[in-house]
Nanobody, 123 residues
Framework: VQLQASGGGLVQAGGSLRLSCAAS????????MGWFRQAPRKEREFVAA????????YYADSVKGRFTISRDFAKNTVYLQMNSLKPEDTAIYYC?????????????????WGQGTQVTVSS
């Protein structure tokens, strides 16, 4: 599967952005999907994930209540709605896909990665 992330940009603290990740190739519904982010000089970290069925979602504590992951099976796209953004949310955001369907908060569980989209939150 090929993944193409988009929707990043520059936003003021308290603002919102919606990231999109379009998937092409094999059947989208076969994959659990995740979002990760990497800030300068930091390791890539888990943000949110959704199971292949769409029934289960998982969030990092740092974004719980502010970010929402969703997926549109008809459009083969997964979204990350980010509200109440903070300067510490500044990072490159990556979408990822996995057929393993377990440990979705672990980046090593994912076989496929998109190219990343930059999110910058100004104070």
């Amino acid at each position: 599967v090929q993944l193409q992330a988009s929707g990043g940009g520059l936003v003021q603290a308290g603002g919102s952005l919606r990231l999109s990740c379009a998937a092409s190739g094999r059947t989208f519904s076969s994959y659990s999907m995740g979002w990760f982010r990497q800030a300068p000089r930091k390791e890539r970290e888990f943000v949110a994930a959704m199971s292949w069925s769409g029934y289960s979602t998982y969030y990092a504590d740092s974004v719980k209540g502010r970010f929402t992951i969703s997926r549109d099976f008809a459009k083969n796209t997964v979204y990350l709605q980010m509200n109440s953004l903070k300067p510490e949310d500044t990072a490159i955001y990556y979408c990822a896909a996995t057929e393993t369907h377990c440990r979705l908060d672990d980046l090593t569980s994912y076989e496929y990665w998109g190219q990343g989209t930059q999110v910058t939150v100004s104070s």
